[in-house]
């Protein structure tokens, strides 16, 4: 069993930054492919990056990327996303998600364990 625990989201204006941040525990993280999804109010759950458990290979959503950017440190269990440039189209509930064993991707039924989310919200 994987748990996985975001944290960092809040309030902020256009133009401006936030750092995510999602703590894993319960099995080897450095295997694991570590991705961020989110879910705005009346839409589908959406890809916005993954990083592989090497943390070489990483994809992102057309529309985060050059502004997000997802990190990992894999000696404390923990992977990141920074925003940059934040609109108020990225207003949502952010989520963590853990694809142990596997290689990254952009498919939210391909991942195994997720966090409870924090909400994102980005002022005009």
């Known amino acids: 069993q994987v748990q996985l625990v975001e944290s960092g989201g809040g309030l902020v204006q256009a133009g401006g930054s936030l750092s995510l941040s999602c703590a894993a525990s319960?099995?080897?993280?450095?295997?694991?492919?570590m991705g961020w999804f989110r879910q705005a109010p009346g839409k589908e759950r959406e890809f916005v990056a993954v990083?592989?458990?090497?943390?070489?290979?990483?994809y992102y959503a057309d529309s985060v990327k050059g502004r997000f950017t997802i990190s990992r440190d894999n000696a404390r269990n923990t992977v990141y996303l920074q925003m940059n440039s934040l609109k108020p189209e990225d207003t949502a509930v952010y989520y963590c998600?853990?694809?142990?064993?596997?290689?990254?991707?952009?498919?939210?039924?391909?991942?195994?364990?997720w966090g409870q989310g924090t909400q994102v919200t980005v002022s005009s």
């Open positions: 319960g099995r080897t993280f450095s295997s694991d492919a």
């Open positions: 990083r592989s458990g090497s943390g070489v290979i990483a």
């Open positions: 998600a853990a694809r142990p064993n596997r290689l990254p991707s952009k498919g939210a039924r391909d991942y195994d364990y």
